[in-house]
């Protein structure tokens, strides 16, 4: 069973920024993409970026050049760098991994993220 970890989230002013860890229970160097969404309330989910194997990436329009999304291999960790936060950002933001080797995705708990003077 693969377990995915988040971190990092918490209250920040609009401007400020976070950024969110998932840490993996195996290698992530098998993976065929890696992600992140988010949900606010009331509101269905939603891919804010995303990166590929071959290290391809791609954002929500609402975030393009705000975030930035990447990995750590040796920690089987992903990121999302988040800056220029805004109100409309706060939601539950959630890791999703696919492994090249396992059959579906995973899903991370969230962390929640607060935007709010």
């Known amino acids: 069973q693969v377990h995915l970890v988040e971190s990092g989230g918490g209250l920040v002013q609009p401007g400020g920024s976070l950024r969110l860890s998932c840490v993996a229970s195996?290698?992530?160097?098998?993976?065929?993409?890696m992600a992140w969404y988010r949900q606010a309330p009331g509101k269905e989910r939603e891919l804010v970026a995303s990166?590929?194997?071959?290290?391809?990436?791609n954002y929500a329009d609402s975030v393009k050049g705000r975030f930035t999304i990447s990995r750590e291999n040796a920690k089987n960790t992903v990121y999302l760098q988040m800056d220029g936060l805004k109100p409309e950002d706060t939601a539950v933001y959630y890791c999703?991994?696919?492994?090249?080797?396992?059959?579906?995705?995973?899903w991370g708990q969230g962390t929640q993220v607060t935007v709010s003077s």
């Open positions: 999703n991994i696919r492994w090249i080797t396992l059959d579906g995705a995973f």
């Open positions: 195996r290698s992530i160097f098998s993976t065929a993409s």
């Open positions: 990166l590929t194997r071959t290290g391809y990436t």
